[in-house]
């Protein structure tokens, strides 16, 4: 099974060393801790503004290859993980494998919320060049809902005293600011959001206020004994907050092979970003079946596709198709639209069967073969529809559940499919050169990396 690599972002002055305690607990995971320009080990670079960090972000994707990954980042490192977040779910080049974005006390993409005065004492800590020890100490102290260890003290004074002053001054009068929301807008890629239960400027209602609104599907979870420096105050708890969201995210992770093809410039960027959105969860909120109609199609589901086929969703993505989409293009002229086609035969299904879902699942098969004949007369005057109508509705049925188990990149990645990457954003498309069976050109890589 693929594991996720997490991908960590400090905070504004500390480095990759604040996340050593969170990389030790998740033991095995992948994880690659980065010291962003200003800070760590790359204090010598001065300040990149938040262009340029997302920028620096995203090629770090890119450079390693990254097919599974989840941003993590820390305050300032929370700005940059969400834009590069978004231009992942807008179909960019090269980021296919981010899968999810954890925000740990993050700044918004906003303006972060922060007491003017405290500003102020900030950027005055600088004025005669690099922050003191007593500045330094003063800042982890205020960032601190108790003392840290001496040994993590140290370290996170350390770090803040080695901050270059352009990249800590260039975040506090120039990136903090900066408003990105319009840029950023809402993502599809889901979050988990956590906040100190101590913290300040950043604390859980600040994270509901501006974080949350721009994530579709946003967990926010809280936690206790921790202001601002989570990784440094509750490694265990935010380690467990982190292998749970990662856990939740293993039915989206596709095969390397296929992401490295879905991220190449063989597929445009709207085709990818169409297809990354079918890998992220699906919302039943305001959907108008109810869960009986749901479980009567989850029912359906199992006899149309092979047995060994795992889409736990799939159901939810039917109904929004037929309740929500725009439709196939076309319906037998013997039935109704497609939403009412479908709550009709359902409610016919029910009334045939004494309730479908209620019976076993070889009871189930009789039954649909029953329909499917569409000439037993055992099976008129039950509901709505005729038994000649219940036949063509579960042709559709089979049709819809098919089209969208087949739309899914799980399935296109399992069947070897690479039909999708044969038109960048170039002005030529590229296509296929040889077109022989079993004739596999160069790029074709997804069915040799699967198996």
């Known amino acids: 099974m693929i594991q996720p690599t997490f991908v960590f972002l400090h905070a504004l002055g500390s480095s990759k060393r604040e996340w050593e305690l969170v990389c030790r607990h998740l033991g095995s995971a992948p994880c690659m801790a980065l010291d962003l320009p200003g800070f760590g080990d790359r204090v010598d670079e001065g300040y990149a503004d938040v262009t340029a960090m997302a920028d620096d972000l995203a090629d770090t994707i890119r450079r390693n290859g990254l097919t599974a990954c989840i941003l993590v980042g820390h305050s300032m490192g929370g700005k940059i993980a969400t834009i590069v977040a978004a231009r992942a779910a807008a179909g960019e080049i090269g980021l296919a494998g981010v899968l999810g974005v954890a925000l740990v006390a993050a700044s918004p993409p906003s303006p972060e919320p922060m007491d003017e005065e405290r500003r102020a004492q900030m950027i005055g800590w600088v004025a005669g060049g690099s922050i003191g020890q007593d500045d330094a100490e003063t800042f982890v102290e205020a960032n601190t809902a108790s003392p840290l260890p001496p040994e993590l003290h140290d370290r996170a004074v350390a770090d803040v005293r080695r901050s270059s002053r352009e990249a800590w001054l260039g975040w506090l009068e120039r990136g903090s600011l900066e408003d990105w929301s319009g840029q950023v807008g809402q993502i599809s890629i889901p979050a988990l959001i956590v906040a100190g239960s101590e913290d300040g400027d950043l604390n859980e209602d600040a994270q509901r206020r501006l974080n949350a609104p721009h994530y579709r599907h946003a967990d926010i979870r809280v936690v206790d004994g921790a202001a601002h420096m989570i990784p440094y105050e509750q490694p265990e708890a935010l380690t467990r907050a982190l292998e749970n969201y990662a856990a939740s995210l293993a039915p989206s992770i596709l095969p390397s092979g296929f992401v490295h093809v879905l991220s190449s410039d063989r597929v445009s960027r709207r085709t990818r970003a169409a297809m990354l959105e079918r890998t992220r969860p699906v919302s039943d909120a305001g959907l108008p079946w109810s869960d009986a109609e749901r479980a009567t199609v989850q029912d359906l589901i199992a006899h149309i596709l092979p047995e060994d086929v795992s889409a736990p969703d799939l159901a939810q993505r039917v ?78 049925v089979r049709a819809e559940v098919v089209r969208q188990w087949a739309a899914l990149p799980s399935t296109m990645a399992a069947i070897g499919y690479d039909g999708f990457a044969v038109g960048g954003d170039g002005p030529r498309k590229q296509g296929y050169r040889r077109t022989g069976a079993n004739d596999v050109e160069a790029w074709q890589t997804v069915r040799e990396k699967i198996a």
């Open 319 to 396: 109904e929004v198709a037929i309740t929500q989409g725009s439709g196939d293009g076309w319906r037998f002229a013997d039935l109704p639209p497609d939403p009412e086609a479908w709550r009709q035969g359902l409610l016919t299904l029910d009334a045939l069967t004494g309730r479908f879902a209620a019976l076993d699942h070889g009871t189930q098969a009789d039954w649909l073969d029953r329909i499917a004949a569409g000439n037993d007369e055992a099976t008129a005057n039950a509901g709505p529809f005729s038994p000649e109508q219940m036949a063509l509705w579960f042709q559709d």
